[in-house]
C-alpha cells in the first residue's frame, strides 16, 4: 500500500472537512476490509484514511419498537446480530449481517461500508432495500439530506455520494404488524464465497396472515447496481398468500434481472437462482410475518 | 510522505508502544515492528484467517486492521495464550490431535477456536465448523482440528 495520512475525528463536521478538502483523495475508513484490500491491491488510491468510527454518530446503534432502528454506518455486523432485540425484529438484516464475509470480517464489517462499497454483491444492500432503509448523508455546510436505499448505488462501486459527503446512518421503519424479511444467497461453498445471485424480500401480511397487503424484493450480483424488484412486488399486494402469486412475483423478479456471465455464474444460471430465491425468500418472510 | 505514528496499545496483558507509518496493518506491526512472529501471514486479504488475533474481544483478521487503529485497544495474540505452567488446552489439544502439518494456519485456527469456546463453551461440531469457516488449512483436511477443538472442549469444561 502507497504511504497514508490517517485521521480519527470526533465529530461529523470534522470528518467531512478533511472529506471535502481532500476530494477523491480521501475515503473514510469503517470496518476497512473492503478498503484496505482496494488500497493494497491498487484497485483503488487514496492519500488520507478518515476513521469512521471515531465519530460518535456513526457507531450509534439504537432501537426502539416505535422508532425502528438507527443503525450508524460504522457499526460492525456483530454488534447488530448480537443484540437479541435488534435481531428479533429485523431478521432479514440479521440474515444478511451473519453472511458477510467470516466471523473475523463480521467484527469489523459495517453494514453502511457494505452499502457504501456499493458493490452490486453486496449481501446487506437487498436487506437494507426490502426493510425500507433511508440514508442519512452528511455533507460540507453542515448540510444532510435523506436517499433511500434502493437509490443509493449508481453502478458498481459507485454511489450518489459526492465530494465531502458521508454516509452517517442508515435508518429504519419499525417493523410493521403481521410482517417479515429474508434475505438468502446462492454461492458454490458453504460459507466465505461471494453471492452468484441473492435475493431479499420483504412482506405484510393482513389480520388474517392469508394475504399480502404490501411486499418489496431486492435482487444481489444480477446488474451492476443492487434491483429493486417493484414490479414483482407490486405483483403480491392485495393478493392470496398462494404458490400461484408467489410463482408470478418469482417470474417477474426474474424479468428484473439482467445479469452477466462471468467465473461466479453465467445469465441462464443467475436469472433461474433469482426465480428460486425470490420463491424461498417470500416463503420464509411469509413464515416470519405468521410467527412460524 | 506522512510521519511515523506513535501507538499506545494493549497486547496480552501489557502495554505496549510502537512507531508505525498509517498504511501498515496491525499484522505488519505485530510481526515487522514488534517482532511478535507467531501471528502469521496467509493471504494478506482477509481470506484465509492465519492472521487472526483478539482485538476489543472479537476475532479479526489482523491484516485488515491498521496498526494505528490498535489506539487503545487490548489485543490477544497466540504468544498471549500459553502461561509458566504450560500450554493453553488449545494448543495441547491440537498438538495431541496432531491437528497441524505446516503450521501456518495453526495460530489462527487457536486463536478463533479459543474465542468461540470462551463464548459458548458446549458448541457442537456443526458450530465449530461454521465459526472456523473463516480459516484455511491447506494440510490437514480440516477434521483433526475440529477434533482439537471438540478434545480442548471436554479438556476446558472439565478443568471449570
Redesign the interface.
Known amino acids: 500500500m502507497e504511504a497514508i495520512e490517517f485521521i480519527a475525528p470526533k465529530t461529523v463536521a470534522d470528518a467531512v472537512a478533511a472529506l471535502a478538502a481532500k476530494g477523491d483523495r480521501a475515503r473514510m475508513l469503517a470496518g476497512g476490509t473492503d478498503v484496505l484490500v482496494q488500497l493494497r491491491s491498487g484497485r483503488r488510491r487514496a492519500e488520507l484514511l478518515i476513521d469512521a468510527k471515531s465519530v460518535p454518530e456513526l457507531n450509534q446503534m439504537s432501537y426502539s419498537p416505535r422508532q425502528g432502528l438507527t443503525l450508524g454506518a460504522a457499526v460492525p455486523c456483530y454488534r447488530v446480530y448480537q443484540d437479541q432485540k435488534i435481531a428479533a425484529a429485523y431478521p432479514g438484516l440479521i440474515d444478511a449481517a451473519s453472511l458477510i464475509g467470516s466471523i473475523q470480517i463480521q467484527g469489523r464489517a459495517s453494514i453502511g461500508g457494505n452499502l457504501c462499497n456499493s458493490a452490486p454483491s453486496g449481501d446487506s444492500i437487498p436487506a437494507i432495500i426490502v426493510l425500507g432503509g433511508v440514508c442519512t448523508v452528511a455533507g460540507p455546510g453542515g448540510k444532510t439530506r435523506e436517499i433511500p436505499a434502493e437509490q443509493f448505488c449508481t453502478g458498481p462501486g459507485r454511489n450518489v455520494l459526492q465530494p465531502g459527503e458521508l454516509l452517517v446512518s442508515i435508518h429504519f421503519p419499525a417493523p410493521q404488524a403481521n410482517s417479515g424479511a429474508t434475505y438468502q444467497r446462492f454461492i458454490p461453498r458453504n460459507e466465505m464465497d461471494i453471492a452468484v445471485a441473492g435475493v431479499g424480500a420483504s412482506v405484510v401480511l393482513d389480520r388474517t396472515k392469508r394475504n399480502f397487503v404490501s411486499a418489496r424484493i431486492s435482487l444481489a450480483s444480477v446488474a451492476p447496481i443492487p434491483v429493486f424488484a417493484q414490479k414483482a412486488a407490486a405483483s403480491l399486494a392485495g393478493k392470496p398468500v398462494s404458490d400461484a402469486t408467489i410463482e408470478e412475483a418469482a417470474r417477474l423478479a426474474m424479468e428484473d434481472a439482467k445479469p452477466i456471465t462471468d467465473m461466479r455464474g453465467t445469465i441462464r444460471q443467475r436469472i433461474h437462482l433469482v426465480g428460486v430465491l425470490t420463491r424461498r425468500t417470500l416463503q420464509e418472510s411469509i413464515k416470519r410475518a405468521r410467527g412460524e | 510522505?506522512?510521519g511515523l505514528?506513535h501507538v499506545t496499545t494493549t497486547i496480552n496483558g501489557n502495554e505496549v508502544n510502537f512507531l508505525c507509518?498509517?498504511?501498515q496493518?496491525l499484522l505488519e506491526c505485530l510481526r515487522d515492528v514488534l517482532g511478535m512472529t507467531g501471528t502469521k501471514e496467509g493471504c494478506?486479504?482477509?481470506?484465509c484467517?492465519a492472521c487472526?488475533v483478539m482485538?476489543d474481544g472479537?476475532?479479526?483478521?489482523s491484516?485488515?486492521?491498521?496498526g494505528?487503529?490498535a489506539?487503545g485497544k487490548e489485543i490477544t495474540t497466540i504468544e498471549g495464550l500459553a502461561t509458566p505452567q504450560g500450554l493453553h488446552p488449545m494448543q495441547q489439544a491440537f498438538l495431541e490431535q496432531a491437528a497441524l502439518q505446516c503450521g501456518i494456519c495453526t495460530p489462527g485456527f487457536i486463536m478463533?477456536s479459543k474465542a468461540l469456546l470462551d463464548q459458548e463453551p458446549d458448541a457442537d461440531e456443526h458450530r465449530i465448523r461454521?465459526?472456523l469457516?473463516?480459516?484455511l488449512c491447506r494440510c490437514t483436511g480440516y477434521d483433526k482440528i475440529i477434533r482439537a477443538v471438540l478434545q480442548a472442549e471436554e479438556t476446558m469444561k472439565a478443568s471449570k
Do not use: K
Request: net charge negative; with cysteine.
Open positions: 510522505m506522512p505514528v507509518e498509517p498504511r496493518s494478506n486479504d482477509g481470506n484467517g487472526t482485538f472479537r476475532i479479526v483478521t491484516c485488515l486492521v491498521l494505528v487503529e489506539q478463533a461454521h465459526w469457516a473463516g480459516n
